[in-house]
């Protein structure tokens, strides 16, 4: 049996459209980065882009769980002497789609091909998007996935 290695331009990519109203952070970023990464196919090959499209809607509501509006701090360097800070609830407030972009491209490989990658993330603040043409399937992602104990399968 031969080992199947994607070439580029040989997967079809489709385009899924994902709800964000009131999904975890950290959760929809995991299940959009495999999607993006296009892990969630058969044909996975490392070194070839076989991700798909996701547009997401609604980005202005997502959540974090706990303390995190107050306590996660987002920093950046601007080129002058010190860093940038600024707490979650203050870039929410300033960029609503930035938190989830930065999720779901620090959850991505460090390489060049992880930019094509992001090129294929779309995120819109509110309930309309402009990709209405490409047909996009809607997709549940973010859901906490019930977990299997060792007593529930005796």
């Known amino acids: 049996m031969k080992t199947f290695m994607a070439r580029p331009g040989q997967i079809e990519k489709k385009w899924w459209v994902v709800d964000a109203n009131g999904k975890a952070v950290g959760r929809l970023a995991t299940d959009i980065a495999m999607i993006l990464m296009g892990k969630h196919r058969p044909t996975y090959t490392p070194h070839v882009d076989t991700g798909d499209f996701v547009i997401v809607v609604n980005a202005d509501k997502v959540v974090f769980t706990g303390k995190k509006w107050d306590q996660k701090r987002y920093t950046w360097f601007t080129g002058y002497t010190g860093l940038k800070v600024e707490t979650a609830a203050e ?13 779901v491209r620090r959850m991505l490989p460090k390489n060049k091909l992880a930019v094509h990658m992001l090129e294929k993330l ?14 996009p399937e809607p997709i549940e992602l973010g859901v906490k996935k ?5 007593k529930d399968t005796q």
């Not at 870039?91 to 999720?103: E, F, G, N, S, W």
């Not at 819109?124 to 998007?129: D, E, K, M, N, R």
């Not at 019930?146 to 060792?150: L, N, V």
Request: overall charge positive.
């Open 91 to 103: 870039r929410m407030a300033r960029k609503p789609t930035r938190i989830l972009y930065d999720a």
């Open 122 to 135: 779309k995120i819109y603040a509110g309930p309309q998007h402009p990709h209405q043409a490409q047909l």
């Open 146 to 150: 019930p977990r299997k104990d060792k």
